[in-house]
């Protein structure tokens, strides 16, 4: 994942964890009926929100560093791993 995203090696202890979180949300060659996630919260789990690691994804500024309506309100980066559901 790490090279096919294009990162540095410095970034692995974060690839890892998107890897991790990534890995609860699908079944196992163990238990392919099974998604761990699922049986650990008991409730079907939301997976419309993964992304490939490395995709482009943007950031929104901050208010205080936007300069009005018309300059630029976020800047694009890489998708390296996840915060909660609601971001990347």
């Not at 890892?16 to 008991?42: K, Q, R």
């Not at 929100?49 to 309100?73: I, T």
Request: aromatic content about 10%.
């Amino acid at each position: 994942m790490l090279k096919d995203a294009g990162f540095p090696k410095n970034l692995w202890a974060e690839v890892a964890a998107t890897f991790c979180y990534i890995d609860n949300m699908v079944p196992s060659e163990h238990f392919p009926d099974d998604v761990p996630a699922e049986l650990w919260l008991g409730k079907r789990q939301d997976v419309s929100h993964l992304r490939p690691v490395g995709c482009d994804a943007w950031a929104k500024l901050p208010e205080r560093h936007r300069g009005g309506k018309l300059a630029r309100q976020a800047v694009k980066g890489k998708m390296l791993g996840y915060v909660g559901r609601r971001g990347y």
